[in-house]
C-alpha cells in the first residue's frame, strides 16, 4: 500500500524513516551535498543543484543570481544496487 501513495517531502521521511531536516536531508544528494546555515534566520539552505541542469543550459553560467560560482560539475553517480541493498 504505501508503494502506491504519492506524499510531500515532510511524509517521505515519516513513511521511510529517513532524516528530512538538517544538513543531510537530501536524499539524492547524501554525502555531496552542500548545505549552509543563515546567520540570521537560522535556516539551512542546500547549494549545488544547478548541478542537475544540461550542461549547456543557459543557469549553469549565472553567478550572481546564484552564489557567485559558475557551476561546471555534474550531477551524482547513481548508486549500484550492492550499495542500495
Known amino acids: 500500500m504505501l508503494f502506491c501513495t504519492i506524499n ?3 511524509a517521505y521521511g ?4 529517513y ?3 538538517g544538513h543531510k536531508a537530501c536524499p539524492i544528494c547524501e554525502e555531496e551535498n552542500a548545505s549552509k546555515q543563515l546567520k540570521h ?3 539551512t539552505i542546500y547549494l549545488r543543484h544547478r548541478r542537475f541542469l544540461r550542461s ?7 553567478k550572481k543570481a546564484f552564489n557567485g560560482h559558475k557551476k561546471t560539475s555534474g550531477p551524482p553517480t547513481p548508486l549500484t544496487s550492492v550499495e542500495v541493498y
Open 19 to 21: 532524516s528530512v531536516k
Open 56 to 62: 549547456h543550459h543557459p543557469y549553469r553560467r549565472l
Open 8 to 10: 510531500d517531502f515532510l
Open 14 to 17: 515519516n513513511l521511510s524513516g
Open 41 to 43: 534566520g537560522m535556516k
